[in-house]
């Protein structure tokens, strides 16, 4: 017969029974901050939505994911006087739920997952639900920035655009792919294989034209490749094969411009709808160079859409093209939206994930790089930065000194920080691009380069003395 075990002296049953009862006390959260908060749980095939604990016998409940579904989940929620809602932003899922949400006059917070994980207990859609009900209710979640309704069918094709641009980018190196199989080396003697002599004589060739002193006819004026080089490039080995998928990739990229061509007509439609306070036209710039629209930009007066945005002319800051603007105006909006968005240029650079993330803990600092956020803009902001390597400005050399200080992308990333702030100040104080303004030494950065000129010297053992101020 087994003897029951006594109880170890280390672990009294007071202690132990003392711990189990505070174990089973739940946490409590303060529900104040949104009385009439709701949490929604968002999935493929069904919504779980939880409501305050005292509004209702039953909480929660499952709706399907079909429109129908949604409907009744609105109704469900303005029934019980919910005036805002949290859910996650899994997927597209939960685009038409906002929607619906948004048009009922219902304040919906779309929060970031990783902001909402750490749920305790069992994982699961009811769990996650009053989670987010909870969180919500206590004020502890972070809405998500979203355009507003005007800009949405904007930023909506301004995306689709680059996906079918990248698309005939692939065309495009199919294209030359083939070529170089055949031995057509068309892309050693012309600049761009989609240019206008790459593009009659790749025509001609899938027409069935095979003399090499024909094709070189077809070549632009402005094309500056000696003739020699030319028809040497255009020897090559016509077999059926690299013909016929040729062709093909040819086609899809014909059809791929047809797309993006009918898609900026769209755009320029969408964009004279967007109500904003300037109407005059964009003052014409120093050179041709400054308003020029790039290969892959919009076809379409996007100097005048961003003059009308904005207010001022972006053109004059460094780096800030065509592409630029387009992604700018489609992902934020006008001035008045901008601004209501962002309180200031620190918001704007911690938006787009360009400004590092201090975590500091006992004083020291933990991690202080940037977060990884799938911006478009933040992109477009880097590629504006990269493109000033050669730049003589104050932009051009902040950039070099970043990257020989940083590293290569790091110096980008730091270079795109300093471009997205001075963009939000243009923006913000109505006022043309001054490099002198941007690129003012403040007092605190003063006194730290005279402290390191004192440290040097007082190492090579010399003292520095000011001169007297001038007169």
């Given at each position: 017969?087994?003897?029951?075990?006594?109880?170890?002296?280390?672990?009294?049953?007071?202690?132990?029974?003392?711990?189990?009862?505070?174990?089973?006390?739940?946490?409590?959260?303060?529900?104040?901050?949104?009385?009439?908060?709701?949490?929604?749980?968002?999935?493929?095939?069904?919504?779980?939505?939880?409501?305050?604990?005292?509004?209702?016998?039953?909480?929660?409940?499952?709706?399907?994911?079909?429109?129908?579904?949604?409907?009744?989940?609105?109704?469900?929620?303005?029934?019980?006087?919910?005036?805002t809602?949290?859910?996650?932003s899994?997927?597209?899922?939960?685009?038409?739920?906002?929607?619906?949400?948004?048009?009922?006059?219902?304040?919906?917070?779309?929060?970031?997952?990783?902001?909402?994980?750490?749920?305790?207990?069992?994982?699961?859609?009811?769990?996650?639900?009053?989670?987010?009900?909870?969180?919500?209710?206590?004020?502890?979640?972070?809405?998500?920035?979203?355009?507003?309704?005007?800009?949405?069918?904007?930023?909506?094709?301004?995306?689709?655009r680059a996906?079918?641009?990248?698309?005939?980018a692939?065309?495009?190196?199919l294209?030359?792919?083939?070529?170089?199989?055949?031995?057509?080396?068309?892309?050693?003697?012309?600049?761009?294989?989609?240019?206008?002599?790459?593009?009659?004589?790749?025509?001609?060739?899938l027409?069935?034209?095979?003399?090499?002193?024909?094709?070189?006819?077809?070549?632009?004026?402005?094309?500056?490749?000696?003739?020699?080089?030319?028809?040497?490039?255009?020897?090559?080995?016509?077999?059926?094969?690299?013909?016929?998928?040729?062709?093909?990739?040819?086609?899809?990229?014909?059809?791929?411009?047809?797309?993006?061509?009918?898609?900026?007509e769209?755009?320029?439609?969408?964009?004279?709808?967007?109500?904003?306070?300037?109407?005059?036209?964009?003052?014409?710039?120093?050179t041709?160079?400054?308003?020029?629209?790039?290969k892959?930009?919009?076809?379409m007066s996007?100097?005048?859409?961003g003059?009308?945005?904005?207010?001022?002319?972006?053109?004059?800051?460094?780096?800030?093209?065509?592409?630029?603007?387009?992604?700018?105006?489609?992902?934020?909006?006008?001035r008045?939206?901008?601004?209501?968005?962002?309180?200031?240029?620190?918001?704007?650079?911690?938006?787009?994930?360009?400004?590092?993330?201090?975590?500091?803990?006992?004083?020291?600092?933990?991690?202080?790089?940037?977060?990884?956020?799938?911006?478009?803009?933040?992109?477009?902001?880097?590629?504006?930065?990269?493109?000033?390597?050669?730049?003589?400005?104050?932009?051009?050399?902040?950039?070099?000194?970043?990257?020989g200080?940083?590293?290569?992308?790091?110096?980008?990333?730091?270079?795109a920080?300093?471009?997205?702030r001075?963009?939000?100040?243009?923006i913000?104080?109505?006022?043309?691009?001054?490099?002198?303004?941007?690129?003012?030494?403040?007092?605190?950065k003063?006194?730290?380069?005279?402290?390191?000129?004192?440290?040097?010297?007082?190492k090579?053992?010399?003292?520095l003395?000011?001169?007297?101020?001038?007169?």
């Open positions: 017969m087994n003897k029951p075990k006594k109880p170890s002296a280390s672990k009294p049953k007071g202690r132990r029974k003392k711990a189990a009862a505070i174990a089973n006390v739940p946490a409590a959260i303060n529900p104040r901050h949104h009385p009439d908060a709701a949490g929604i749980d968002v999935g493929a095939e069904e919504f779980v939505a939880a409501l305050p604990p005292d509004r209702s016998e039953q909480t929660v409940r499952t709706f399907p994911s079909y429109t129908s579904g949604v409907e009744a989940l609105r109704d469900w929620l303005l029934e019980h006087g919910i005036k809602a949290a859910l996650e899994t997927g597209n899922y939960w685009i038409m739920l906002y929607d619906k949400l948004t048009a009922a006059g219902i304040d919906v917070y779309l929060v970031n997952a990783r902001h909402v994980k750490g749920v305790p207990g069992k994982k699961t859609d009811v769990c996650d639900s009053q989670w987010l009900q909870q969180l919500h209710a206590a004020g502890l979640l972070r809405k998500s920035f979203r355009p507003a309704l005007e800009i949405v069918p904007l930023r909506y094709l301004m995306r689709h996906e079918m641009v990248e698309h005939a692939t065309q495009l190196h294209m030359q792919k083939v070529l170089t199989e055949m031995n057509l080396k068309l892309h050693h003697v012309f600049s761009d294989i989609d240019g206008v002599s790459a593009q009659a004589i790749i025509s001609a060739i027409a069935g034209e095979r003399d090499a002193h024909a094709l070189a006819k077809l070549r632009d004026r402005r094309c500056k490749s000696p003739l020699q080089d030319i028809l040497e490039a255009l020897n090559g080995d016509y077999r059926a094969e690299y013909l016929f998928v040729l062709r093909q990739a040819w086609e899809s990229w014909q059809q791929v411009q047809k797309a993006i061509a009918a898609c900026d769209q755009l320029a439609a969408l964009v004279g709808k967007v109500e904003s306070q300037v109407q005059t036209t964009v003052p014409a710039a120093p041709k160079q400054q308003h020029r629209l790039a892959n930009s919009p076809n996007i100097f005048q859409a003059w009308r945005f904005y207010g001022v002319d972006l053109s004059d800051i460094p780096g800030v093209s065509a592409g630029l603007i387009s992604t700018l105006v489609s992902e934020v909006g006008t008045e939206q901008m601004l209501s968005a962002f309180c200031s240029a620190g918001a704007f650079a911690s938006w787009l994930g360009l400004c590092p993330d201090n975590r500091v803990s006992g004083g020291k600092v933990l991690k202080a790089r940037t977060r990884k956020v799938p911006s478009r803009l933040a992109r477009a902001m880097r590629l504006a930065a990269f493109g000033l390597q050669r730049s003589a400005d104050p932009m051009g050399q902040m950039l070099r000194r970043f990257k200080k940083l590293g290569k992308a790091e110096g980008t990333t730091a270079t920080h300093k471009l997205a001075v963009i939000y100040g243009v913000k104080s109505q006022r043309r691009y001054d490099e002198k303004e941007a690129f003012k030494v403040s007092p605190q003063l006194a730290r380069r005279h402290r390191r000129l004192q440290e040097e010297a007082a090579l053992g010399f003292a003395t000011p001169l007297p101020a001038a007169a």
